[in-house]
């Protein structure tokens, strides 16, 4: 998840920024409209933090440009200014959500959350290998052997499978999956990825969730099954 953030006060931007990259976030910033509407331009991110107050132009005219392009992300903006004309013209606009400054940082971070939920394109099935999982239906096989998951177990290998080939943190999985801060909750992800392995990789030769050490966990990709079970609709 790739968010952009413009904002011209430095600290603010700091603050942002370290706080979602401490969330696992991928952040870029720009410090006003033209950098950012250029940053947008090259790269496709999956929410847009906005100031209001730019140095080179209106945070509302950044969100119209970004409103004619073919793809926008969800806009969550950010402001001094706690009127109310520029909270309804801002919504009018198009943006999805509003964060009057100063802000908690939880606050912002609840917020990114639900507006990346809200934003997120839901592919109706992930495919790794021979695994299959059917994100409309909730449903599961391998090798065409349909597996009966509990709800969590699902979402853990919907997760996983969603980033398929990329380590992924116990953090990272507690939080996706349960939606709270991670505390100290790594044996709740060890405890369940065991109950997946004994339904996904035990019954089958070849293993596909793979611990990677000092880190979490790992759906191996399986380039070659994978394209074979995906052309196969
Ligand atoms: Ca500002």
């Given at each position: 998840m790739r968010i952009l953030v413009i904002e011209d006060e430095e600290r603010i931007a700091d603050f942002i920024q370290r706080g979602l990259e401490g969330a696992g976030y991928l952040v870029d910033t720009a410090g006003d409209g033209q950098t950012g509407l250029l940053k947008m331009h090259n790269l496709d991110y999956d929410l847009l933090i906005l100031d209001l107050m730019l140095p080179d132009m209106d945070g509302l005219t950044v969100l119209e440009k970004t409103r004619n392009r073919k793809v926008s992300p969800p806009v969550l903006i950010l402001s001094a200014r706690s009127e109310v004309e520029d909270r309804v013209r801002g919504l009018e606009l198009g943006a999805d959500d509003y964060l009057v400054k100063p802000f908690a940082f939880e606050e912002l971070l609840a917020r990114v959350k639900a507006l990346l939920r809200r934003g997120q394109p839901v592919p109706d099935r992930l495919v790794a290998g021979d695994l299959v999982v059917d994100c409309l239906r909730r449903k599961v096989t391998r090798a065409g052997k349909p597996i009966d998951l509990a709800p969590k177990e699902f979402s853990i290998l919907e997760y996983l499978a969603r980033h398929k080939g990329k380590p992924l943190t116990r953090t990272m999985i507690v939080e996706h999956v349960w939606?709270?801060?991670?505390?100290?909750?790594t044996n709740i992800v060890d405890v369940y990825i065991r109950h997946l392995r004994a339904k996904?990789?035990?019954?089958?030769?070849?293993?596909?969730?793979r611990t990677v050490r000092g880190t979490g966990y790992m759906l191996e990709a399986g380039e070659t099954a994978g394209q074979q079970a995906g052309g196969s609709e």
């Open positions: 939606d709270m801060e991670y505390d100290g909750l996904i990789d035990d019954p089958f030769p070849v293993k596909i969730i």
